[in-house]
Nanobody
């Protein structure tokens, strides 16, 4: 099993910055994490779940959605088993529920489809106001 606990969402003014955290745990994660991909998705009311960024746990290779590239940075801390999403230059369009996800398939560790991810956090709300 893999358990994901995401946090850090809040109300923030446009142009501001915010860092989200996702703490991963579980026997399966502890054993196989080097084979996993971790990602952030977001979902706004009435919209489909949207890929934001993904990172390969073993080497830190990452990929981003075009809408957030150069503004958001995904990273991981292998000591605390935490994935971060550092967001800068936030826009009202970034308002959404942000969810952390884990993909246990090494060959698809940077997948961008929600269907490729098996484990999900509960979500943390980010609201950007102008």
């Amino acid at each position: 099993q893999v358990h994901l606990m995401d946090s850090g969402g809040r109300l923030v003014q446009a142009g501001g910055s915010l860092t989200l955290s996702c703490a991963a745990s579980g026997v399966t994660f502890d054993t196989y994490r080097d084979h996993y991909g971790l990602a952030w998705f977001r979902q706004a009311p009435g919209k489909e779940r949207e890929f934001v960024a993904a990172i390969r746990w073993n080497n830190g290779e990452s990929t981003y959605a075009g809408s957030v590239k150069d503004r958001f940075t995904i990273s991981r801390d292998s000591v605390t088993d935490t994935v971060f999403l550092h967001m800068t230059a936030l826009k009202p369009g970034d308002t959404a529920d942000y969810l952390c996800a884990c993909n246990p398939r090494n060959w698809a560790a940077l997948a961008e489809s929600p269907g490729d991810y098996t484990y999900w956090g509960q979500g943390t709300q980010v609201t950007v106001f102008s």
